[in-house]
């Protein structure tokens, strides 16, 4: 009997086993097959070959629906490590590598629907007086007669004729159709201008000397992980583009990871100056239509590169030589939903698959990555100073509790950074504005009463934002939002008052500060349509804009060389959270953002506004001194007992009530105690997590934590098998960054 295991995609669930029946040819690992499950029939993918079948009759697979296996075995392998290491459903992680629309069609090319005249649509046109056409219809000839080749429909829509009149047109044979195979390109939106051929350049010794470390080992075709620490303006992208220049003449890929594409546009632009049409990007920011079209042109293997955000570790390369994972540190690698995957580790775990350089790179690498380096479980390549001797930005503390005492609690913008504001303003040069929280306030409260708006859903309060009809209150996790009236909703004073301060505020003091400045606004809120991220940035990239106000969305990897001055307005925003790794991302924010200063020809300046001038991260932040940094840092997670010294699991256990969430938790726990006899990992709680409800539910968590991380992924494993109905009611993170 023939038999495959199915990876199919319901929640939780483990592979299942089916029958092949006499009539179908066996399903290659990594081909989808269409399988009952209770009542439906799902699209499901093969996985594996079991030699054992589970006890009782089996179900046969109904129908195969690829030949060719859709994934490449290696991604099918890489997915189950997903799942065995994230405690996820091996389902969950073979969707995360499927394209788009895989789950519905077998058919793997795309087509679009072309519209030409005919001979007698030509003749119409030429007729001034056609009758019975509509003047959109005849709009809609005119404009065909100008293409010899025919208009795509979608081209003909934005030109405003809709498929219905194109297709009124073709019921009187005026029209043809054809489909056409198009791969829908996504560069052609991408900013192209200023891309210099890069062989123009002459690496400096630095980049060279990296450079060759970094080659050799790719030239060994072996797997190694390698950190690149360069800091800002080092010009390690250089240095990805010629390692993928390398391996790409020994007929080898290239996996170029970044945190988000739309905000380093640049770096896909420069490899399609070098590469070419060779070039995929994938990211979650394209249209269904035009990732499914860049994944297939990576599965047929007609390319070299493929730049993506972290679900591109998916990415259905088979010749891969390089990955290399930029700005390593950035925390939007972790994927916040089942599978939560971090797409470095999983990057790392699929280089030592493929026999694959790894490249870590970064200015404030991780403390997990940076401690490896250390051990030499890493290759380590140093970048010590920016291109062409530039100066990093000098950094200047203003120490807001003076500045309180002085001008009084509404400060928003120190008198230090207005007069730096002023005087770039004045120079035409360009300023980076940085606060790490959007909104226009953060909570609203009745002076009288003392009511504080909350969201009804979660523990937390409603952030206020300026709207063309007055001021909304908007919850940042549930999107819960009302009109903020104008009296209080329990005592009807009308002594409303706003705490504390957002980008919109920021924005706010700078137009009234600054009248004649251009000024622009990047956060989640200003950039939620589509193309407006890329739209800010490109005015600004051109000049168009004299100010960005944002948040850390500012911070990454952009290179403005006109930018002489960066402004952070609280440095202290994430060090008030409950968060061990908080000094770490001050640091690195810090870093990163003073990194956009200073990067052309004129040197660049920081002013920092803090209440905590003192605080390490600030102060090492300001001399970017790193080694010196992490060194402080891994004293303080050795003696707290905190990753990287220990690793650590976050578990959630939702409820409709708190004694519900507690009880199961408790249950939980419990279940886990005998488990941990080995005395390789401790169980911590349960207590309520910091979101105590989060979208109307209840929340307790409780942590495990310990030197070896397969002891507690086994511990959680049996207790899954021996109480399987908590599953849906729990989150398992492992290695957790966010903690709420
Ligand atoms: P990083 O990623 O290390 O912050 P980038 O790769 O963005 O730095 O490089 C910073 C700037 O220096 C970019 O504008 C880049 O084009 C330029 N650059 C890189 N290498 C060289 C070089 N060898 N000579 C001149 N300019 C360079
Ligand atoms: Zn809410």
New binding site residues.
Partial sequence: MRKVSVAVPVPFLDLLTYRVPDGLSTPSVGARVRVPIGTRVVTGCVVDYPAEAPPGDLKDVIDVVDVEPLLPPGVVTLCRWVADYYLAGVGDAIAAAMPPGAKRKATSFKTTRVATLTALGADTVSRVDAEGLTAKQREALEVLSGSATGLPLSELRDRGISADVVGRLAARGLVLFRAEATDRDPFERAAMADV?PSES????AE?LAAFDQLAALADAQEFRVALLH?V???????IYLRLADRVRKAGRQTLLMVPEIALTPSVAALFRGAFGSRVAIQHSGLSDGERHDQWHRIRRGDIDVVVGTRSAVFAPLTRLGVIVVDEEHDTSYKQEEAPRYHGRDVAIVRGREEKALLVLGS?TPSMESYQHALSGKYAKAT?ERR??DRPLASVRLVNMREEYAEQGPDVVISRALESAVDDRLQKHEQVLILLNRRGYATAVFCRQCGDAFECPNCTISLTVHTARQGWRARCHYCNYAMMVPKTCRKCAAPYLEHVGFGTEKVEQHLREQFPAARIGRIDRDSVRRKGALTSLLSRFAAGELDVLVGTQMIAK?H?F?RVTLVGVISADVGLGVADFRAGERTFQLLTQVA?RAG?GERVGEAVVQTLYPEHYSIQLACRQDYAAFFERELAYRRGMRYPPTVALVNVVVRGRSFEEAMGTASDVVQRLKPLMASGSFIVLGPAPAPLMRLRGEHRVQFFLKGAKRADMRNALKTMLTEMPDVRRRMTIDIDPLNVL
């Fill in positions: 210099q350049r002459v690496l400096t980049q360069g800002t303006g080092s010009g390690k992208t250089e200015a970048l291109v062409l990897g290179d060389p990194g990067r």
